[in-house]
């Protein structure tokens, strides 16, 4: 559930403009 919800924030960091968040989230995915 964590995992879903890292990536929901992630998505929407990328809407607002936040790459670096993105990464940072796809790699705690994994």
Same mark, same amino acid.
């Not at 936040?18 to 995915?29: C, E, K, P, Q």
């Given at each position: 559930?964590t995992?879903?919800?890292?990536?929901?924030? @992630?998505?929407?960091?990328?809407?607002? @403009? @936040?790459?670096?968040?993105?990464?940072?989230?796809?790699?705690?995915?994994?």
């Open positions: 559930m995992k879903i919800i890292l990536s929901e924030c @992630g998505y929407t960091r990328l809407n607002l @403009g @936040g790459f670096r968040v993105t990464l940072v989230a796809l790699t705690t995915d994994n």
